[in-house]
């Protein structure tokens, strides 16, 4: 707790709880840890998906749970129609929603999660697979941005990822506690339960979960170096007015080609609000012509106009780019 409260994460907290071993040895461990550093109580946070016959009384026994052991609980329930296709990812997006949505009525800064040591090993292998890049391989934060757009002023702490499960369930079965498997972590539909029931192969193969968790942290060290490099980049090279980006191409094409994408996709995504970075072959097109002197004409991208500015008062002179949301502009070639 004190290092991911030196990261920056929010106390009061609330976290959300399954029923599941690693959320519920969370919400325990949470509550010891505020009685003996004399903290507020987090409050628990468990959600009635509504997918099985047994979601509501998993989750009103968490209610039970949290009671005993004298924590304030609330009970959200996802109304929505259910999906039929990618309910893992619907499901999980609409947890977030309601719990975000939560917090944000009762002035909660922090949604705290039991993801393990495994859960980052398997994010890892699983983005391995989808082709990502540092940001994906360098898996999950400490203290990282709400995963869902809406809750800017909102985070999500993982404060276990460095603690295996077999260790969390070692501390329940210590306090005489049991906990409920969700259905959905032995449904072969879903990529991460194939993925666990191949790890004792991957362990012969010396891909253990303490190594594959080990790289991700050596990754999130070089992604918050580059963070850095960027961040001085931008400093340098671009200004905001009024909702709009004003870029110095000569700055950015000057920079190392990684710092200089990863400064243009900030601002991309900081003009138009969109949550992901742009695709990145859209992206490096773009970023080529800019930094050749090739952009002409206005273009579009992620949401964004992007245009010389053509004004010898604009901040760069005249070559300075500017980068406008799309709709508050005129239409332009597409990017």
């Not at 329930?77 to 039929?84: C, E, F, L, M, S």
């Not at 990282?144 to 969390?168: C, K, N």
């Not at 991309?268 to 050749?292: H, K, Q, T, V």
Request: charged share 25%; aromatic share 6%; with cysteine.
């Amino acid at each position: 707790m004190m290092d991911v409260l030196a990261r920056g994460a929010p106390w009061p907290g609330a976290v959300a709880v399954s029923g599941g071993g690693d959320s519920l040895a969370l919400m325990f461990l949470l509550a010891d840890w505020s009685r003996v550093a004399s903290r507020p109580a987090p409050v628990v946070l468990t959600v009635d998906h509504g997918l099985d016959a047994n979601s509501e009384h998993v989750a009103r026994d968490v209610l039970r749970r949290a009671k005993a052991a004298g924590l304030k609980s609330e009970l959200l329930v996802w109304k929505d129609k259910k999906p039929k296709a990618d309910i893992e990812a619907a499901a999980r997006e609409a947890r977030y929603r309601l719990i975000g949505a939560w917090c944000h009525a009762h002035e909660i800064g922090g949604v705290y999660a039991g993801h393990t040591l495994e859960d980052q090993a398997e994010t890892f292998l699983l983005r391995l697979g989808r082709g990502s890049g540092l940001d994906g391989l360098s898996a999950m934060r400490p203290v990282a941005l709400y995963p869902v757009p809406g809750f800017d002023d909102l985070r999500v702490v993982r404060p276990l990822l460095g603690i295996g499960r077999s260790e969390l369930r070692a501390f329940l079965k210590a306090r005489k506690e049991t906990w409920v498997d969700d259905p959905m972590n032995v449904d072969p539909r879903f990529a991460r339960v194939r993925l666990r029931e191949a790890w004792p192969m991957l362990e012969e193969l010396g891909l253990s979960s303490s190594r594959i968790a080990g790289a991700a942290r050596h990754l999130a060290r070089a992604r918050e170096a580059l963070d850095h490099a960027t961040e001085n980049l931008l400093a340098r090279a671009s200004r905001i007015v009024d909702g709009e980006a004003m870029l110095d191409p000569s700055r950015l094409a000057a920079a190392p080609r990684e710092i200089g994408l990863r400064a243009f996709a900030w601002l991309l995504s900081r003009i138009s609000g969109e949550p992901y970075r742009p695709r990145f072959e859209r992206l490096e097109r773009l970023f080529d012509a800019i930094c050749r002197g090739e952009l002409v004409a206005a273009r579009t991208l992620h949401g964004c106009l992007i245009a010389p500015s053509g004004k010898g008062e604009a901040a760069f002179g005249v070559r300075t780019i500017v980068i406008a949301p799309e709709s508050s502009r005129k239409p332009a070639a597409s990017g």
